[in-house]
């Protein structure tokens, strides 16, 4: 805290900064989800059944998500016993309200992204432990894990949107410090606040029921990750002994993925907001540009997709077997542009004039020359 005390009184330069990282987690997060949906849709031999759909839409919605924040860059700042939650941005030139339900919307992207993450550890549970239960992803019954996620994240976007609202005494709360630290007037901008505590200390219950509903919502989740993940660390080992020495390392790497894919979302996605959303509790006298931790969200996909093409020994095969093919078409491409354009220096060589003029005896150049332009 002491660290933000000592900075100047403008966090304009933190803004920069977390937009600045978010253009990175776009271009990566499309780079590497383009190239993970390619190889498992026409790379990868295996065929991973229904797992393969879960496969497609996690990456899918991450590029979704990282170009969301890109046409919004919403950001957060922490005061005291608040956050306040704004964009500056008026994409396609539309109004603040607009502006205020996408940034809504924004998180309900956020929601169902953990959402998915958590019905990829029940596949893996399932596939291991009761296999008839994998039923439920087979066909139209796979719109179920999608409905779960939209419903979800849905239900997390309307929390945030009508629980924290404006009011008289939240605007009066965090005026001052927006235009101070920000030089923003809070009534032209699209923004959402949470505010704690009434000026004699009650709980402002609108604004702690979105915080309450978050807290249901990711203790929910995460206890489905972290209870698959504990399960199939100890039992994992009995239950493989019955499958294929080839299943049975396909499951040990989709399991050395899942605890890598606990990590990362914990470092990138559920720490950030656990800590913001928290924060306001105890009603520190504290000023910090919490938006600098959102710029996480976008590297999130980048880095998932990464795990997977590196640790499933599939994806490295694809992608080594894709790459010699591109050479291989490059170096082709190349011949044949170099062809190209020798017969072009050639054609031009051949109809230059000479440099002393026309001469009496026809050259071979000058003779092609008449050829051509006859």
């Not at 969301?68 to 922490?78: D, G, R, T």
């Not at 001052?176 to 959402?192: G, V």
């Not at 219950?205 to 249901?216: H, L």
């Amino acid at each position: 805290m002491d660290f933000f005390r000592k900075q100047s009184h403008s966090y304009k330069n933190w803004v920069t900064i977390a937009q600045r990282v978010a253009e990175v987690g776009f271009c990566s997060t499309t780079v590497f989800c383009s190239i993970f949906i390619f190889l498992t849709i026409f790379g990868v031999k295996r065929n991973f059944g229904s797992y393969k759909y879960l496969l497609i839409l996690f990456p899918a919605v991450g590029i979704f998500f990282a170009t969301v924040e890109l046409i919004l860059y919403p950001n957060v700042h922490s005061f005291n016993a608040g956050y306040f939650y704004y964009s500056t941005r008026r994409p396609f030139g539309v109004g603040i309200e607009i502006v205020t339900v996408l940034m809504a919307f924004y998180t309900s992207i956020y929601a169902s992204t953990i959402c998915m993450l958590a019905v990829q550890f029940v596949y893996r549970y399932w596939a291991i432990f009761d296999e008839t239960k994998l039923r439920f992803f087979k066909g139209w019954k796979f719109l179920f894990c999608v409905a779960y996620s939209v419903i979800v994240g849905a239900q997390w976007g309307l929390s945030m949107y009508f629980f924290n609202q404006m009011d008289d005494y939240s605007d009066h709360y965090m005026r001052d410090e927006l235009l101070y630290r920000y030089d923003l007037n809070i009534t032209e901008i699209a923004r959402l606040c949470l505010v704690s505590y009434n000026a004699d200390g009650s709980l402002r219950w609108r604004n702690i029921s979105a915080t309450i509903d978050m807290n249901i919502f990711m203790i929910v989740q995460y206890s489905i990750v972290i209870y698959c993940a504990v399960v199939m660390y100890h039992k994992m080992e009995e239950k493989l002994k019955m499958l294929s020495v080839s299943l049975r390392k396909l499951h040990k790497q989709f399991y050395k993925t899942l605890i890598l894919q606990i990590f990362t979302p914990t470092l990138c996605l559920f720490s950030p907001v656990v800590f913001i959303i928290y924060l306001p509790l105890f009603d520190l006298k504290v000023s910090i540009p919490t938006g600098m931790f959102l710029c996480a969200f976008t590297l999130y996909p980048a880095l998932d997709a990464m795990i997977v093409m590196y640790i499933v020994t599939d994806y490295r095969k694809a992608a080594k077997r894709w790459w010699k093919i591109v050479l291989l078409k490059l170096e082709k491409f190349s011949e044949m542009l170099k062809k190209v354009l020798d017969w072009i220096d050639e054609i031009l060589r051949l109809n230059e004039l000479p440099v002393d003029g026309p001469t009496n005896a026809p050259t071979k150049e000058t003779a092609l020359g008449s050829k051509v332009w006859a």
